[in-house]
């Protein structure tokens, strides 16, 4: 992916910015520099806002936390979530304006501060690295507040304090391009996460948490269909009766694992122990032989009522025609399924998702 060049700015310096990069950081940097220039329009800013925007805004909080990618091994960023999320607390799902005002409300709490303090020690100066080629961090900072090389911003050190003056030769190249330069920062950052999570599906869908996920009304459509033609539906966990309109939806591996809402993986299931699952991974001996059983019951009532909604065709993932599938034996049936389940169970209880059994 290119960024749009320009004849007066030093444009083809920037499309260099993620060279040799071994950590996330000058992706989260230069999302969270944009955002701070365009959104609040900043030109001129302390360096622990923009480590909060690359903890909330750029939303390093999710990919780490909620979703458990790994950052690799030169990368702290990862630890710093996991963190403050276990000492003080926080919600896996906190909400965006949330984690900004309690970091801004922590700025001065030592703990909070040496937890994030590698974040200004070289993404600051590195990202500068096209434009000013020097290892020496004091260098960079004074050949940076002449504008070297038509650098894009200057910084400015006093104490313990650093802070950055945007070129205000980039600000109109900035906002007329934002889109173009955030989507160049993620696509480049999702490339970053794959090679480090090559088992992980749906990496690009995992840089920024969802807060409007898709209805679920097709699938609670299906499942409806099924009990009102007669299927007798329990909770595979708590074997409890369910009826229409009676149940939550249940990801029996997590959406923040698989990142899709295919029929396969959801099933029925009693409120409250979908509520205290949450982003758990079930005990696979225990309950995908009873999964493999409602799943495989519910597309033989499907089959035998003519239902025809699309949803169905989701079933076609597991390698197998719906007929093919309605027909497996109990052996067949459970082993269909343990070669679907089994490898993701295994990826997400390695990434850090705890196991969970009723």
Request: net charge neutral; aromatic share 14%; hydrophobic share 40%.
């Amino acid at each position: 992916m290119k960024i749009p060049q320009s004849e007066i700015l030093s444009t083809a310096r920037m499309s260099r910015i993620f060279e040799n990069t071994v950590a996330t950081y000058k992706y989260y940097w230069f999302a969270s520099l944009l955002d701070l220039f365009i959104y609040q329009g900043k030109t001129h800013f302390e360096i622990w806002d923009v480590m909060v925007e690359m903890v909330v805004v750029v939303r390093a909080w999710y990919p780490a936390c909620f979703f458990h990618l790994s950052f690799g091994k030169s990368d702290s960023l990862y630890d710093a979530c996991l963190e403050l999320k276990d000492v003080y607390q926080l919600p896996v799902n906190i909400k965006q304006d949330d984690l900004r005002n309690w970091l801004h409300r922590n700025k001065e709490n030592r703990h909070v501060r040496s937890v994030l303090r590698f974040l200004p020690q070289n993404v600051p100066y590195r990202f500068l690295r096209p434009w000013i080629d020097t290892s020496d961090d004091r260098l960079t900072v004074t050949r940076s507040q002449t504008f070297e090389n038509g650098c894009p911003y200057a910084l400015y050190k006093e104490q313990a304090t650093m802070w950055i003056e945007l070129n205000k030769d980039w600000f109109e190249y900035f906002q007329a391009n934002y889109t173009i330069l955030r989507d160049f920062a993620y696509w480049n950052l999702a490339l970053f996460l794959q090679v480090r999570n090559p088992n992980v599906p749906n990496i690009p869908n995992k840089l920024l948490k969802d807060d409007n996920r898709g209805s679920l009304s097709k699938q609670h459509e299906y499942w409806d269909f099924v009990i009102q033609h007669g299927l007798d539906v329990h909770c595979i966990y708590t074997d409890v009766p369910l009826h229409k309109g009676g149940y939550d939806l249940d990801h029996f591996i997590p959406w923040s694992f698989v990142s899709h809402d295919l029929i396969w993986n959801l099933l029925p299931a009693n409120g409250s122990i979908n509520s205290s699952k949450s982003d758990k991974l079930p005990n696979l001996d225990k309950y995908l032989p009873r999964l493999a059983t409602m799943q495989q019951q519910a597309v033989q009532t499907c089959l035998r009522h003519d239902f025809r909604g699309k949803i169905m065709e989701d079933y076609l993932s597991l390698g197998c025609t719906l007929p093919e599938f309605a027909a497996m034996n109990k052996g067949d049936l459970l082993e269909c399924f343990r070669r679907t389940y089994a490898p993701m169970h295994q990826i997400a209880l390695n990434m850090g998702f705890e196991p969970w059994n009723y």
